[in-house]
Antibody, heavy 128, light 109 residues
Framework: QVQLVESGGGFVKPGGSLRLSCAAS????????MTWIRQAPGKGLEWVSY????????NYADSVKGRFTISRDNARNSLHLQMNRLRDEDTAVYYC?????????????????????WGKGTTVTVSS | SYVLTQPPSVSVAPGQTASITCGRN??????VHWYQQKPGQAPVLVVY???DRPSGIPERFSGSNSGNTATLTISRVEAGDEADYYC????????????FGTGTKVNVL
């Protein structure tokens, strides 16, 4: 079935770097936007970044802009998040998720996007 | 920035109905999506575009959205429904387009 599996999490000191990966299977990976969502311990969900199917469009939360870079390899069905200059507040479980779109309607005059498939997550701990 | 307000917790007895609200000015103009997250697990989509259910989600889960409030309703609550629930919208006017609600813990008594 459709599956996303994250890897690459770990323990790192402030200022360090990590590269997260997400392996996708059982769907046409290049057809979908993908996103990273994180959840700090005991906290809610926070969007981190998204990337379009052909990598033409990316966006980042202000909290990670300039430090994190999202990328994808459609030939290998993989999504990545390069995280540099890590801070204590980046400590979280990081989820990759597939994005779906709903077209505009009379009820909702603009498009809307949601995440229909999530990986199990990978844990990033930043601490000295 | 766009803030979605949810009650921190809702308590409900088995077999009864739980209603979880998600509030924001004119949220009715946007499609609202809901996720269930059990302890130690990844979120799972339970309702999208206000009231549609993904395949495999029981009919007991339903949604509505009008005016300033969107609502996720869980009918005939079961012990297995105990979880955190998050609403989410996509805000096209924001630099941070994927906006999540503050989350609601559903406690099954």
């Amino acid at each position: 079935q459709v599956q996303l599996v994250e890897s690459g999490g770990g323990f790192v000191k402030p200022g360090g770097s990590l590269r997260l990966s997400c392996a996708a299977s059982e769907f046409t990976f290049s057809d979908y936007y993908m996103t990273w969502i994180r959840q700090a311990p005991g906290k809610g969900l926070e969007w981190v970044s998204y990337i379009s199917g052909g990598s033409y469009s990316t966006n980042y939360a202000d909290s990670v802009k300039g430090r994190f870079t999202i990328s994808r390899d459609n030939a290998r069905n993989s999504l990545h998040l390069q995280m540099n200059r890590l801070r204590d507040e980046d400590t979280a479980v990081y989820y990759c998720a597939r994005v779906r779109v709903v077209g505009a309607s009379l009820a909702h005059p603009t498009l809307t996007y949601y995440m229909d498939v999530w990986g199990k997550g990978t844990t990033v701990t930043v601490s000295s | 920035s766009y803030v979605l307000t949810q009650p921190p917790s809702v308590s409900v007895a088995p077999g009864q109905t739980a209603s979880i609200t998600c509030g924001r000015n004119n949220i009715g103009s946007k499609g609202v999506h809901w996720y269930q997250q059990k302890p130690g697990q990844a979120p799972v989509l339970v309702v999208y575009d206000d009231s549609d259910r993904p395949s495999g989600i029981p009919e007991r889960f339903s949604g509505s959205n009008s005016g300033n409030t969107a609502t996720l309703t869980i009918s005939r609550v079961e012990a297995g429904d105990e979880a955190d629930y998050y609403c989410q919208v996509w805000d096209s006017s924001s630099d941070h387009p994927y906006v999540f609600g503050t989350g609601t813990k559903v406690n099954v008594l």
